[in-house]
């Protein structure tokens, strides 16, 4: 069906035929999941020079962050 679509080269045929794929492809999936994690963050006011960020490195951002009491 991918060849196929290549070939045409009337668009809405073309559309036409990458809707049946999808179609095909929407059949075949066993099980699709879309979830997304909210992970809340709170530090007290007196932490300096922190940021979070979406990564692994913990060590490089709390050795850059102090607390100023």
């Known amino acids: 069906m991918l060849l196929r679509q290549r070939r ?3 668009p809405t045929k073309r559309r036409e ?3 049946d794929i999808q ?3 929407a059949k ?3 099980r699709a999941e879309a979830y997304s994690a909210v992970l809340p ?3 007290d ?3 300096k020079n922190y940021a979070p960020n979406l990564g692994y490195d913990y060590g490089g951002r ?3 962050a ?4």
């Open 62 to 64: 709390l050795m850059a």
């Open 17 to 19: 035929l990458l809707l």
């Open 41 to 43: 963050a709170v530090w």
């Open 28 to 30: 075949m999936v066993y």
């Open 23 to 25: 179609r095909n492809l």
């Open 8 to 10: 045409v080269q009337d």
């Open 45 to 47: 006011p007196a932490l």
């Open 66 to 69: 102090w607390l100023d009491r």
